[in-house]
């Protein structure tokens, strides 16, 4: 995915024009990092001149600081008996109201700016969440993708034997993220509770059986669902009938299309980073089993859903075009669940066009800025990441509390707290934002509600 010129609007204050000025300076080649900063400093603009102790106290200086940047080198062998060396990292960005807690992302694009932009955005998620977790962010540039279950596990294990240094559940919570998933969780802990010789809820995203959280697997993509029925309810609308894109199939699309479903609305694309395939009869929840069992037992592509079921499109990812196809189908709802950047400016614009006014944000950062000031131009109801996929991390946190409590709520226990938390993220953004002036408008809502609650324990806790 490219990254976009960041061009400050004229409106832009002499302090943030300095900071990042300073920022791009002291951070080069760090475009997503960049990026994810300017969004919110942009908002922040908007807090500072009401909030002046904030700048003497130097807090979004120290905010844009990761408080500890882990990097190793991970040796592993592979299946041939080769040597094999991976990048790991760990970015724990801001412990000011909990442990750190993020995921850790495997793809093979994954880099430093990569994830201090994940761990920024993190920091504020969390906060949002209303639970008391502080940022991080880590993960490596193995690919688990073609590597069979042995060399995962050996990746995995090399991974920790560095990692389980610096973390611990009252320190750092780690959990999934792309190419991050159950089974991965499971090699991770196996190799950290035989090193440090003890079980405790040291990550996320577990099995049932040992310690796991009842929807956790399904919480970000309900959660994203929920979202967007609440923005809808300022609306007296609801989702049923609605037509849906959803870009990934991955854990957050699968979870999303079975709430879509579940709620009356028709998710009609799927995509991976080979193609996408467009299925105007829907994909009801037979179709979506197929596609569980293809992602998550078999791990093949999206391709064979073309092949299996009649009537389907499939797209082929082409490298020369400037749009996203998948983007330019006609719909009302929007549901971005793969990767960062994948909705540019002219997908933003075909978005619109093709009457699309909800956009809901499964996966991080997904909307360069530009498209972003598009949504918000347009005035749809649009959820950005930080709050619309909180949903992922703050049932993380119920599974904390089940660890440190020693026992397991039931599936509607967790479910209903996961749907409380997120009305309670809706009505916190949509309150902030038009507290501070900007009615609608769920970025600064996010930004700013999500920043306060950190910048007020930095203020407490002194110069640290
Ligand atoms: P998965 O690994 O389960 O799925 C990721 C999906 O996105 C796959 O279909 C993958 O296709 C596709 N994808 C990944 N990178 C690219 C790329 N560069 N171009 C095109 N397609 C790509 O990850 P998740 O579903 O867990 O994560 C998806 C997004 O949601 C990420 O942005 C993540 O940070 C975010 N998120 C996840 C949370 C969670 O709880 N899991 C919580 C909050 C946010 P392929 O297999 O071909 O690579």
């Excluded at 996203?324 to 619109?352: G, M, R, V, Y």
């Excluded at 598009?374 to 089940?402: C, H, R, W």
Aim: hydrophobic share 40%; charged share 25%; glycine share 10%.
């Amino acid at each position: 995915m490219t990254v976009q010129e960041l061009e400050l609007p004229v409106t832009t204050s002499s302090f943030v024009r300095d900071l990042m000025a300073d920022l791009k300076a002291k951070n080069p080649g760090e475009p997503e990092f960049h990026q994810a900063v300017l969004e919110v400093v942009e908002s922040l603009d908007l807090v500072l001149e009401r909030r002046p102790e904030y700048r003497s106290h130097g807090i979004i200086e120290r905010f844009v600081e990761p408080e500890r940047v882990l990097m190793f080198r991970v040796p592993w062998q592979d299946d041939q008996g080769r040597v094999q060396v991976n990048r790991g990292f760990r970015i724990q960005m801001n412990s000011a109201i909990g442990p750190y807690k993020g995921g850790l992302r495997f793809h093979a694009s994954v880099n430093l700016g990569i994830l201090k932009f994940l761990a920024f955005e993190q920091v504020l998620k969390n906060s949002l969440t209303t639970l008391p977790m502080g940022g991080g962010k880590g993960g490596s540039d193995f690919d688990p993708k073609g590597k069979s279950d042995n060399e995962v596990m050996h990746f995995c294990q090399s991974f920790m034997t560095e990692l389980a240094r610096h973390i611990g559940p009252d320190t750092d919570v780690p959990a999934g993220d792309i190419g991050v998933g159950g089974r991965e969780i499971g090699y991770l802990f196996g190799q950290y509770k035989r090193l440090r010789n003890e079980f405790t809820g040291v990550l996320t995203g577990k099995g049932l059986n040992w310690g796991g959280s009842l929807i956790r697997p399904e919480a970000t993509g309900y959660g994203s669902v929920y979202f967007a029925s609440e923005m809808l309810a300022t609306r007296n609308e609801t989702l049923k009938g609605k037509v849906c894109l959803v870009s990934g199939s991955g854990n957050v699309a699968q979870y999303t299309v079975e709430k879509l479903n579940q709620l009356g609305a028709k998710a009609v694309t799927l995509s991976d980073s080979d193609g996408y395939i467009y299925d105007e009869a829907g994909i009801t929840p037979e179709k979506l089993q197929f596609v569980m069992d293809l992602k998550n037992v078999r791990r093949g592509r999206i391709k064979e859903y073309a092949d299996k079921f009649k009537g389907v499109v499939y797209a082929p990812h082409d490298p020369r075009l400037d749009t996203n196809q998948l983007w330019n189908h006609k719909a009302q709802c929007a549901f971005p669940s793969a990767t960062q950047n994948e909705i540019n400016a002219k997908d933003a614009a075909n978005l619109l066009k093709n009457g699309v006014y909800v956009v809901s944000e499964g996966a991080n950062m997904p909307t360069v800025l530009a498209g972003v000031h598009q949504f918000l131009d347009a005035k749809i109801l649009y959820g950005p990441a930080k709050a619309a996929n909180a949903g992922g991390v703050a049932t993380s946190g119920l599974e904390m509390s089940q660890n440190s409590m020693r026992l397991s709520w039931t599936r509607e226990e967790v479910d209903d707290r996961l749907h409380k938390i997120m009305k309670a993220i809706h009505k916190n953004c949509r309150d902030t934002a038009e507290a501070f002036g900007t009615p609608g408008n769920y970025v600064n809502g996010a930004n700013i509600a999500g920043f306060l609650k950190v910048a007020d324990a930095m203020m407490d806790q002194g110069l640290v």
